[in-house]
């Protein structure tokens, strides 16, 4: 069992910044991917990024490169999305999740954490 808790979510105005964290536990990481996703209401569940666990291989989508910067610190078994130049658009619930291998497809990854809410005013 693997357990994911986010946190740094919040209210922001346009063109701010937020930093989340995802602290994991309850098995080793080494050959996983830890990727972000969001979701707004009445859409689908989206990727932001991913970043492989053993050797920090980043990858991002399209609508979030070069704003939003994923790292992890394996010491403290937690990964973190640094979010710059938010906009109204990037309102959602944000979730990290834990997929064994590398993938971008939410169905992929096995392990979710709870979610934390960010809202970007204009």
């Known amino acids: 069992q693997v357990q994911l808790v986010e946190s740094g979510g919040g209210s922001v105005q346009a063109g701010e910044s937020l930093r989340l964290s995802c602290a994991a536990s309850?098995?080793?990481?080494?050959?996983?991917?830890m990727g972000w996703f969001r979701q707004a209401p009445g859409k689908e569940r989206e990727f932001l990024a991913r970043?492989?666990?053993?050797?920090?291989?980043?990858y991002y989508s399209d609508s979030v490169k070069g704003r939003f910067t994923i790292s992890r610190d394996n010491a403290k078994n937690t990964v973190y999305l640094q979010m710059n130049s938010l906009k109204p658009e990037d309102t959602a619930i944000y979730y990290c999740?834990?997929?064994?291998?590398?993938?971008?497809?939410?169905?992929?990854?096995?392990?979710w954490g709870q979610g934390t809410q960010v809202t970007v005013s204009s």
């Open positions: 999740a834990a997929a064994y291998g590398s993938s971008s497809v939410p169905h992929d990854y096995e392990y």
């Open positions: 309850g098995r080793t990481f080494s050959s996983y991917a």
């Open positions: 970043i492989s666990w053993r050797a920090a291989i980043t």
